[in-house]
């Protein structure tokens, strides 16, 4: 009963406010959301959602692709990058792009929020929920926390990571981060930043797929993340707890798949989640969240 009430409680509407833009990367930006005198009663790793109905400017654009699409076009869900404790509420997104003989629809909202959002835009969201959260009592589980993401899946890990440093759990955190170039790196100054403030309790090992790295942290490289790898930072299965973010098997292209009687084409999440369960890990020791 209680934990129905606090639900409600939490996923409300709110009206925030664009305070901050920050470009994270070349198709990347973060917005820092004012949300007023409204509670931080949110966990870190949770979403919020923002309806793309409430901008004017979007307005022919949805009509068309809810009649070719035959349905309403559904709120967008971004996880939040910020701890509670922190000032904005942090949204990242990852702008999806429409490429000829490619996509098949081009993507409603996440251009409009990378590029159109300047200081002040008012953007009413709705939150705060999702299960992908470190439970209360993770300490009696497990001392290691293993954070597996790709891209835009680094933006609920930033915020466990962050809010974990700050109440001094004492958990010791390492996490694995596939990025195509150094420049596709997100918060790659805040990683940085809390590993040097926090080396006994994180350690970050970029992983870019497609080039060297260079002048970034030693222990990166250039690969894959592979069964190696999760090897080396899972030396004791029994003792760790998986959270992995990052692309996975659309519902569209599942059911496509489906159609056509052939198995999905596995993404980073089906990929990451078969190396842990070679590795030894149960599943209730694994988190994930995957999109697109
Ligand atoms: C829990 C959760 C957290 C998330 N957090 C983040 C985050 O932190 N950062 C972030 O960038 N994203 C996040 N996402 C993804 C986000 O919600 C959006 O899906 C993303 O921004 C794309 O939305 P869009 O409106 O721009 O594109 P969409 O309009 O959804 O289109 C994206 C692609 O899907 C294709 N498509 C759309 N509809 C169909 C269809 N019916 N059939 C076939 N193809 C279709 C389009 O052709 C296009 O290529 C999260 C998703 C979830 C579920």
Not at 179 to 196: P, V
């Given at each position: 009963?209680?934990?129905?009430?606090?639900?409600?409680?939490?996923?409300?509407?709110?009206?925030?406010?664009?305070?901050?833009?920050?470009?994270?990367?070349?198709?990347?930006?973060?917005?820092?959301?004012?949300?007023?005198?409204?509670?931080?009663?949110?966990?870190?790793?949770?979403?919020?959602t923002?309806?793309?109905?409430?901008?004017?400017?979007?307005?022919?654009?949805?009509?068309y692709l809810?009649?070719?699409?035959?349905?309403?076009e559904?709120p967008?869900?971004?996880?939040?990058g910020?701890a509670?404790?922190?000032?904005?509420?942090?949204?990242?997104?990852?702008?999806?792009?429409?490429?000829?003989?490619?996509s098949?629809?081009?993507?409603?909202?996440?251009?409009?929020?990378?590029?159109?959002?300047?200081?002040?835009?008012?953007?009413v969201?709705?939150?705060?929920?999702?299960?992908?959260?470190?439970?209360?009592?993770i300490?009696?589980?497990a001392?290691?926390?293993?954070?597996?993401?790709?891209?835009?899946?680094?933006?609920?890990?930033?915020?466990?990571?962050?809010?974990?440093?700050?109440?001094?759990?004492?958990?010791?955190?390492?996490?694995?981060?596939?990025?195509?170039?150094?420049?596709?790196?997100?918060?790659?100054?805040?990683?940085?930043?809390?590993?040097?403030?926090?080396?006994?309790?994180?350690?970050i090992?970029?992983c870019?797929?497609?080039?060297?790295?260079?002048?970034?942290?030693?222990?990166?490289?250039?690969?894959?993340?592979?069964?190696?790898?999760?090897?080396?930072?899972?030396?004791?299965p029994?003792?760790?707890?998986?959270?992995?973010?990052?692309?996975g098997?659309?519902p569209?292209?599942?059911?496509?798949?489906?159609?056509?009687?052939v198995?999905?084409?596995?993404?980073?999440?089906?990929h990451?989640?078969?190396?842990?369960?070679?590795r030894?890990?149960?599943?209730?020791?694994i988190?994930?969240?995957?999109?697109?």
């Amino acid at each position: 009963m209680v934990d129905t009430v606090d639900v409600r409680r939490r996923v409300r509407q709110i009206e925030a406010t664009v305070a901050g833009v920050h470009q994270e990367t070349p198709d990347t930006a973060s917005l820092f959301l004012d949300i007023g005198d409204e509670p931080h009663d949110y966990k870190a790793g949770q979403f919020i959602t923002i309806d793309p109905h409430q901008f004017a400017f979007l307005e022919q654009t949805i009509a068309y692709l809810e009649q070719i699409k035959e349905g309403k076009e559904k709120p967008r869900a971004y996880s939040m990058g910020s701890a509670p404790h922190e000032e904005h509420v942090l949204i990242t997104i990852k702008e999806e792009r429409f490429w000829p003989g490619e996509s098949k629809y081009p993507p409603v909202l996440s251009p409009s929020l990378t590029r159109n959002c300047a200081l002040g835009t008012p953007v009413v969201i709705k939150g705060f929920t999702g299960a992908y959260t470190l439970p209360e009592d993770i300490q009696s589980k497990a001392d290691n926390i293993l954070h597996v993401c790709a891209g835009s899946g680094i933006v609920p890990n930033f915020a466990l990571i962050k809010h974990s440093l700050h109440v001094a759990d004492g958990l010791r955190h390492v996490l694995l981060y596939s990025s195509k170039t150094k420049a596709d790196i997100i918060y790659y100054n805040e990683f940085a930043d809390l590993a040097r403030r926090h080396p006994q309790h994180l350690e970050i090992v970029h992983c870019l797929t497609r080039e060297d790295p260079v002048d970034v942290e030693p222990s990166s490289r250039r690969g894959r993340i592979d069964a190696e790898l999760i090897s080396k930072y899972v030396p004791d299965p029994s003792n760790c707890f998986v959270y992995s973010c990052g692309p996975g098997i659309l519902p569209w292209e599942r059911k496509e798949a489906r159609q056509n009687g052939v198995e999905p084409e596995p993404r980073f999440i089906e990929h990451v989640l078969d190396l842990l369960r070679d590795r030894g890990l149960d599943k209730s020791q694994i988190k994930q969240e995957s999109w697109g």
